[in-house]
């Protein structure tokens, strides 16, 4: 029986973040605090005082994980200086190195969130330093702040905003529009309910971190229909991310009632982060609905080996042209690298265990793989890489 390997297959990660060039070298703290999740950098703050084998306090599986991986490919110790002295080697040619290292694991396109960081990255600026081909989702909560400042009354408000996504969507580089609504008022979406969108409105033009919901459903749901009618994707970020989630409102099973709905039968949905740690919720949305997609971004890498199984538990219900790779990495190209790496690595642990139980060839198992790294990106999005 032949062993799958999916070593050198293409990759299109379908949710990361464009980072910027770091015009200085990283100190090992510094390094740390840019592979955090967290974005809590008080969460590493000094590394004095540390034992040999001791972990990196505030360290989890992932960083472990990155950082023997980075010592594997500089051939140096596991050391988090040693690491970080010859990356700051390599990163002086910080866009020579990024190439390096999408190429290293054929990365070669990605759908990546302008929306974060603030102010944006310049697109064809990033696009360069890659060598991968870029194309963007239109997040919808910038759009809404922005207009927010212009003195408008709810009418005029609503008007120029459909106005902005409509713009946006015209772009051929964007993809879809995106909605954080889970980190403000939560997933579970009301109809749209004009008075009382009216009405929070007025709130969020005062401070625009307020959940203000029926105003924030109601941008929801102009967002859905903009997408609608150009036939592009609109998505969903769904399960936890940072600090500020609603996270007793942020699984994807609140959003059923509205992905149901009949006007949205025909919308295209991605659910970003497939819900994670809800994946499963996610699998079985996307197993009965059939425009709606996920994918597997933060929990891969974020969650470790926690990989292994979430690829596994996902493909229990989802459909395996439901599902595609993701990252969401988000400040240094390392995450891009180690995206795919450990997803592949996962991955193939499953796939082998699948062929072993006589499940599938392992030709079917290899077709899945490439299913997930880019062939149902290509499918979907109707983009060939
Ligand atoms: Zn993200």
């Not at 740390?32 to 703050?45: A, D, H, Q, T």
């Not at 991310?241 to 996270?247: C, I, P």
């Amino acid at each position: 029986m032949e062993n799958v390997s999916l070593r050198g297959v293409k990759v299109v990660d379908v949710h990361a973040h464009p980072f910027t060039e770091s015009k200085s070298p990283e100190s090992p703290v510094s390094f740390l605090r840019k592979l955090s999740l967290s974005v809590i950098p008080e969460m590493f703050s000094s590394l004095e005082g540390i034992e040999k084998h001791q972990p990196y306090p505030g360290s989890n599986m992932w960083i472990q994980i990155l950082l023997r991986n980075m010592a594997t490919y500089y051939s140096c110790e596991e050391d988090l200086t040693a690491i970080v002295n010859v990356r700051n080697q390599k990163a002086e040619d910080y866009p020579a190195y990024t190439k390096e290292l999408f190429r290293d694991v054929n990365l070669v396109g990605a759908i990546m969130d302008f929306g974060y960081p603030q102010p944006p990255v310049d697109h064809a600026e990033f696009e360069g330093m890659t060598g991968a081909r870029i194309w963007e989702i239109s997040r919808i909560e910038p759009i809404m702040v922005s207009l927010a400042t212009k003195n408008l009354n709810f009418d005029d408000f609503i008007n120029q905003y459909r106005k902005r996504l409509q713009d946006d969507l015209k772009d051929d580089q964007v993809v879809g529009l995106k909605t954080i609504i889970a980190y403000r008022s939560g997933l579970e979406v009301f109809d749209m309910n004009k008075e009382d969108a009216e009405k929070d409105y007025e709130k969020f033009v005062r401070d625009e971190r307020v959940p203000a919901k029926a105003f924030r459903d109601y941008c929801f749901h102009i967002a859905m229909e903009a997408c609608t009618e150009a036939d592009k994707f609109m998505h969903i970020h769904t399960g936890i991310g940072d600090g500020e989630v609603v996270m007793t409102k942020a699984s994807p099973s609140f959003l059923l009632d509205t992905l149901r709905k009949e006007k949205y039968k025909d919308t295209k949905v991605h659910l970003v982060h497939g819900g994670y740690p809800w994946m499963e919720e996610a699998a079985f949305i996307v197993s009965i609905l059939p425009n709606v997609y996920m994918d597997i971004s933060l929990q891969n890498p974020f969650s470790g080996h926690g990989v292994e199984r979430i690829i596994s538990q996902v493909l229990e219900l989802a459909p395996f042209d439901k599902v595609m790779y993701g990252s969401d990495a988000f400040t240094v190209p390392e995450m891009n690298w180690m995206g795919v790496k450990l997803f592949i690595d996962c991955f193939e642990r499953v796939l082998n265990e699948w062929v072993k139980k006589d499940y599938m060839s392992s030709e079917k198992a290899k077709f899945i793989g490439e299913m997930i790294l880019y062939r149902n990106f290509e499918k979907i999005y109707n983009i060939t890489v």
